[in-house]
């Protein structure tokens, strides 16, 4: 019986990853957008209001690494005449944790996608609900080595979910790099996501956002996450 349980998991976690390439690389057959933001940051101004603008909610437990994701995004400007790819700032140090709210807009083609982050210490968790009502998409970062606040990181999730019954979630999971880091299939066990990925969009992604000078050790799995968020938006 352990058997066949630990057999199910793996296929369900399988499943869930299948199903999130197949949307991303169908999205990209039929209709490739490409990030390129056309500023990092940016004031928003009256004459912007009538552009198509969706809204990002980037949620998850203090230290998961919500700052570095964003920053990570923000870096994948290209300069001007240069060629495009993430970039990182000699001697970068890793942000620090947000207390309040952290806010970036970015313009991509046909679109400007406005991130909001909110600080994941445990005063700031109630509020998050009444910000997931007027959100188009949930992204909830995931420390993957962080074994003993998973069941913490596990309970705030599906409040956000009973809150946003019909949004589509992006979950990431963040620090793959670190030493006995849980699984794809791990997690997808841990936050009990078996039965929430049969009822809506729900998609779980490995990542590793961090800030180590070197692009390639910084933003692992950036692309995969841009481009999901362009279809989804």
């Known amino acids: ?60 437990l203090d230290g998961a690494g919500k700052s570095s994701v964003l920053q990570g995004l923000s870096r994948s400007e290209p300069k001007p005449g240069s060629k495009s790819g993430p970039r990182s700032e000699p001697g970068s140090k890793p942000p620090r944790p947000t207390r309040g709210f952290n ?24 509020y998050w609900s009444e910000y997931v009502r007027r959100t188009h998409i949930l992204v909830f970062i995931v420390d993957s080595s962080d074994w003993t606040r998973l069941p913490v990181a596990k309970s705030e999730l599906h409040r956000l979910l009973r809150a946003g ?19 794809i299939s791990e997690l997808h ?27 390639k050790n910084s933003t692992r799995g950036l692309q995969t996450f841009q481009d999901l968020l362009l279809q989804l938006v």
């Open 1 to 60: 019986m352990v058997l066949l349980r630990h057999v199910h998991v793996a296929l369900s976690a399988a499943v869930a990853a299948l199903g999130s390439a197949l949307f991303i690389a169908l999205n990209y057959f039929y209709q490739r957008r490409v990030w390129a933001p056309q500023r990092e940051y940016c004031t928003i101004r009256e004459e912007e209001e009538e552009s198509v603008r969706r809204q990002v909610l980037v949620l998850g």
């Open 103 to 126: 806010f970036i807009s970015l313009r991509v083609p046909r679109c400007q996608i406005d991130f909001l982050e909110i600080g994941g210490g445990e005063d700031l968790r109630g």
């Open 165 to 183: 019954p019909q949004l589509p979630v992006v979950v990431l999971a963040n620090k793959q790099d670190k030493p006995g880091a849980a699984s």
């Open 189 to 215: 066990e841990a936050l009990s996501l078996g039965p929430v990925s049969e009822e809506r969009k729900l998609f779980l992604l490995a990542a590793q956002f961090n800030s180590d000078p070197e692009p």
